[in-house]
């Protein structure tokens, strides 16, 4: 048995109404690597019974107390049916990426079974109509829930589920497995775990607020040693006791603007997805200073929502906030500690029409928020919820830091080699997360093999043509990559111009027409590229945040 941690249960108290806060990747494989050129549904289910002990996700389910006197627990069955959880399903003619992305939308609205372990998988064939995909490819959509997953973990899972090599993995298949379930725990047992785990939490608490404080201290100290609080002394002073008005920076987070998706959300959902080439965002950073794939992404999802609100003439004055989940993993992305995320705002600048003013504000709000918290520590809002019941912490989570964002903004960095799953080469992965009451837009990012998918997911209502934004973070993407290399040809002339001397001729010098070079266009799907087979079988390369 395994007590579900306060982030854990938070994301499981969460789930209500039209919140379904499971999340899901969804990816597309090509058969023809196969040794056998095609792969049968048969050979997936092999596949994946070999593969069930990677993770204890595949085989928990929940157990709670009654009346909601503790949190709940996970639970391992023994037996599992692989057939309930891996269903087949195909799409109608002509099998194009519109009737994909709805078929994914469709499988996204769709609740959990909670009585079963938290997962489906879908294999979707048909896809014959998909720029850059090969005909006879088949899709792998799977969803598991949030209260047993983050990002990280899921994406050391993406790797342990798959292979390096298209060869099928003999000696996983001959491997002889011994599971270890557990009993379900009597009712007198759950209640007296649950006046031990009380317990537990208030001297958690109590340890908790003095660290808090001792950081207090700490920043207090910092601000002495700095001058920053004999600047505010002289303030104070010199305005009578009071502080001079400042201006807000936007830079920083405040009150959010009012948009459509501050809004209750519905039912159903939209979903779709663009691929932003890893070449082209290495060549943002080589003219672009201490820029990130992540400050890069974050500028060109801003672009966006400026461009999707602008074209239905809703862009508010005041530029958007968004919710950023961190990672508060070590070197260990996988394991068995649930979730292990902390959550921050930060301000998306999409009041910023040029795109390289924009990275940059975006790059400044990073590096703020960065300082604070290594102040204040990015742990600190897991420890809260980890000590303070679910109702309390939900509260404070929607009325305090989701009050502030308009939209959620995630990004994992994947493996960069290909994977195979029964031999067929997984071609792209896209993630598929949530949304909630009042933050009706989620885009996540995840890099595989050399590109960056960012994949979105709306509420219908809020978002009915999903294909116009992804329209529009293509175009955000090329302006700003356009934008970046013609800074770095103008600063390669000026620098050319400094090492030529002076010419002797009094007559100037003809003027050179101003180069610009055209970014190559961001494409939705990249084909595949089928590398020779290495020695190793299993994927166990780590993944990091980027």
Known sequence: MKHLSGMDNLFLAMDKGNQHLHVASLGVYDPSTAP???VRFKAILSHFSSRLNVSKVFRRRLVAARYGLDRPYWVDDAEIDIEYHVRHIALP??????????????????????TKPLWEAYIIEGLDNIPGIPSGSFAMYMKMHHSAIDGEAGAAMLTAIHALTPEPDVESQDEARTMIADRDPTPVELYARALANRAQQVFDASKLVAKIGSRVADAGRQMIVSG?????????????????????????????????????????RVVDAVGFSMTDCQKIRQHVEKTTINDIFMAATSGAVRKYLEAKGELPDKGLNAMVPMTIRGEHKGGDEGNQIGMTVMPLRSDIADPLERLNAVKRGSGKNKAMNAAIGKDLPAQLIQVL????????LTKGMMALANMTVSNVRGPDVPLYMAGAQLVLFLPVSAISNDMGLNVTAFSYN???????????????????????LNESFDELVRAAIAVGVQGAATNRVSRIPAPKAKTPAAKKPAV????????VIAKPQVKKKPTTTKAKKPVTKQ
């Open 516 to 523: 610009v070079v055209n970014a190559r266009h961001s494409k």
């Open 389 to 396: 019941p679910a109702g309390i912490t939900e509260l404070l």
């Open 450 to 472: 050399g590109t960056l998918w960012v994949c979105f997911i709306s509420c219908r209502k809020m978002m009915p043509d999903p294909s116009f934004f992804a329209q529009c």
């Open 228 to 268: 920053r609080a004999l600047e505010l002394g002289k303030e104070l002073v010199a305005h009578g006791g009071k502080l001079a008005p400042r201006e807000p920076n936007p830079d920083t987070p405040g009150r959010k603007p009012q948009t459509r998706f501050d809004a209750p959300i519905s039912a159903n």
């Open 36 to 38: 056998a050129g095609k």
């Open 93 to 114: 003619h002509p099998g194009d990426w519109r009737q994909l992305m709805i078929q994914v939308a469709r499988l996204h609205s769709r609740p959990l079974d909670m």
